[in-house]
């Protein structure tokens, strides 16, 4: 997400207050209620709910592997490799090359499993980023698009959130188990697997006249099958994806986007403004709309 705010006309606001107080006699903290630091302060208090509701949701089970929002899919070599052997065209070319189907249910489950177990470490991880964060132009992002404050914050902290919650997410990679089995232990039979297909691959075409004959014709009936499918597995080469980066990736996409929702939920409704310094500041969103 980029930061796309749009600028509403500040400086006329401002002019109108001072003259509603001019011919109201309104005191001077009326005149000082709506100051930057506020606004600023506002905006971090939003964010650090928003981030501390995410961490809290997606950190019970089944977090993000029930929330179609956030669920971690499979990196696109397993993808391949799992449409490669659900179908008989798959499996006719598995056949023809000498591989057996791979069956890895368990590596979507735990990869959300590990991102489940590592969120609740995140609210921490994202206060210390928004409290330490320099909103140069609170009024700007207050006025802003519907997740001005989340796409800020994404902007300026991703790199810093991605080493640091990374490491929380790598160390939960064999703490999650299914059937008895770890996310690295399904990680590396799988890459052990596919990492073999592109010299299967090879050493059959390389082969006898009838095995050459056995690959194509399997080859091509998987291209009139699904051509796209066809062109990754043609074209497969050694897995190089590293693990630890995509899912890193893929929990803290899913933890911007809860906090985004709480950005508009305190942006629209009074109900979730928690805190005088919200309502004052956030309320002023409500005659502006």
Same mark, same amino acid.
């Given at each position: 997400?980029?930061? %796309?705010?749009?600028?509403?006309? !500040?400086?006329?606001?401002?002019?109108?207050?001072?003259?509603?107080?001019?011919?109201?006699?309104?005191?001077?903290?009326?005149?000082?209620?709506? %100051?930057?630091?506020? %606004?600023? @302060?506002?905006?971090?208090?939003?964010? /650090?709910?928003?981030?501390?509701?995410?961490?809290?949701?997606?950190?019970?089970?089944?977090?993000?592997?029930?929330?179609?929002?956030?669920?971690?899919?499979?990196?696109?070599?397993?993808?391949?490799?799992?449409?490669?052997?659900?179908?008989?065209?798959?499996?006719?070319?598995?056949?023809?090359?000498?591989?057996?189907?791979?069956?890895?249910?368990?590596?979507?489950?735990?990869?959300?499993?590990?991102?489940?177990?590592?969120?609740?470490?995140?609210?921490?991880?994202?206060?210390?980023?928004?409290?330490?964060?320099?909103?140069?132009?609170?009024?700007?992002?207050?006025?802003? /698009?519907?997740?001005?404050?989340?796409?800020?914050?994404?902007?300026?902290? /991703?790199?810093? @959130?991605?080493?640091?919650?990374?490491?929380?997410?790598?160390?939960?990679?064999?703490?999650?188990?299914?059937?008895?089995?770890?996310?690295?232990?399904?990680?590396?039979?799988?890459?052990?697997?596919?990492?073999?297909?592109?010299?299967? !691959?090879?050493?059959?075409?390389?082969?006898?006249?009838?095995?050459?004959?056995?690959?194509?014709?399997?080859?091509?009936?998987?291209?009139? $099958?699904?051509?796209?499918? $066809?062109?990754?597995?043609? /074209?497969?080469?050694?897995?190089?994806?590293?693990?630890?980066?995509?899912?890193?990736?893929?929990? @803290?996409?899913?933890?911007?986007?809860?906090?985004?929702?709480?950005?508009?939920?305190?942006?629209?409704?009074?109900?979730?403004?928690?805190?005088?310094?919200?309502?004052?500041?956030?309320?002023?969103?409500?005659?502006?709309?």
């Amino acid at each position: 997400m980029k930061l %796309t705010s749009k600028i509403k006309h !500040i400086a006329m606001y401002a002019t109108l207050g001072v003259a509603t107080c001019t011919f109201t006699s309104c005191d001077e903290e009326t005149l000082q209620s709506f %100051t930057t630091d506020d %606004t600023v @302060l506002a905006l971090k208090e939003a964010l /650090s709910i928003g981030a501390q509701t995410a961490s809290e949701n997606l950190g019970q089970e089944g977090g993000y592997l029930n929330d179609l929002a956030v669920r971690i899919e499979a990196p696109e070599e397993v993808q391949t490799i799992m449409k490669l052997c659900s179908s008989e065209k798959g499996k006719a070319v598995l056949s023809a090359i000498g591989a057996e189907a791979f069956d890895e249910e368990n590596l979507v489950t735990l990869m959300n499993q590990a991102a489940e177990t590592a969120a609740p470490e995140a609210a921490g991880i994202f206060k210390t980023a928004i409290t330490g964060m320099s909103i140069s132009d609170g009024e700007a992002i207050l006025f802003g /698009s519907e997740h001005a404050a989340t796409e800020y914050l994404q902007e300026k902290t /991703s790199a810093s @959130l991605t080493k640091t919650f990374g490491k929380v997410v790598t160390g939960t990679f064999d703490q999650v188990k299914v059937s008895g089995r770890s996310l690295n232990d399904a990680w590396s039979g799988f890459t052990q697997y596919y990492n073999k297909i592109p010299n299967l !691959i090879q050493s059959a075409r390389n082969g006898g006249t009838v095995k050459r004959i056995a690959v194509e014709t399997a080859f091509a009936a998987l291209k009139i $099958y699904d051509e796209n499918l $066809y062109n990754n597995v043609n /074209s497969i080469q050694q897995v190089n994806t590293n693990l630890g980066e995509y899912v890193t990736e893929k929990a @803290l996409d899913g933890l911007f986007v809860k906090v985004a929702d709480k950005e508009s939920g305190i942006r629209h409704n009074v109900a979730e403004r928690t805190s005088d310094l919200l309502k004052k500041v956030f309320g002023r969103l409500d005659t502006n709309n």
